[in-house]
């Protein structure tokens, strides 16, 4: 539609805009949230997240940055699994926050071929996910939005989860699995 075009037009303008204030001011954590946050509008995923990541080390205690990075780093998560039917059980029971049914789903999951390796990918983005929630949390002194982006990855946020996975990898055998626990 007509309004579409318009706010893909000023969303690029704005991306530009802020690009150009950059050039003169590169460690403005401002513009770089803001550049971050527009870049994931347009769903440039990855150049969204590697501005954000620029932005938390140059403020690395603004919990808008930190909420803006995990949602990044959530919006790629689902990109590259969205296709996936395991997955997607997996992410209904976590939304659940069901954390026995988030198992059961990722046990299925793992029974596919290839599966570990995406599970590898997964584990590490739900990790980078927690950390950004759980830093913007304590960075805001409880703000209601880090707080609801935190409960939005209820499974997928808690450490004792992350902790978890590597048994279900395959609970007959009795070799460790440490790629997860870093």
């Known amino acids: 539609t007509a309004s579409d075009q318009n706010a893909t037009k000023e969303l690029a303008r704005v991306v530009s805009e802020t690009e150009a204030a950059l050039r003169k001011s590169p460690r403005n954590p401002e513009l770089l ?12 995923h990855a150049r969204a997240e590697a ?40 992410q ?3 939304q659940s926050g069901n954390q026995d049914a988030t ?19 997964l584990a590490g983005r739900g990790k980078a996910i927690s950390t950004c929630y759980n830093r913007a949390v304590a960075l805001s002194s409880n703000h209601p939005v880090p707080l609801m982006y935190q409960l939005t990855h209820r499974v997928f946020g808690s450490e004792e989860f992350w902790k978890k996975l590597p048994t279900l990898e395959s609970e007959d055998s009795t070799e460790s699995k440490n790629w997860m626990i870093e």
């Open 33 to 44: 949230l803001q550049l971050g946050e527009s870049l994931e509008m347009q769903s440039e």
């Open 51 to 90: 501005v954000l990541r620029r932005a938390a080390a140059v403020d690395p205690e603004d919990w808008r940055i930190q909420v803006a990075l995990g949602a990044s780093l959530t919006s790629q998560m689902l990109k590259e699994f969205q296709a996936d039917a395991t997955f997607q059980e997996i």
């Open 92 to 94: 209904q029971a976590n």
């Open 103 to 121: 198992i059961a789903a990722l046990k299925q999951f793992l029974k596919k071929s290839g599966a570990s390796e995406k599970l590898k990918v």
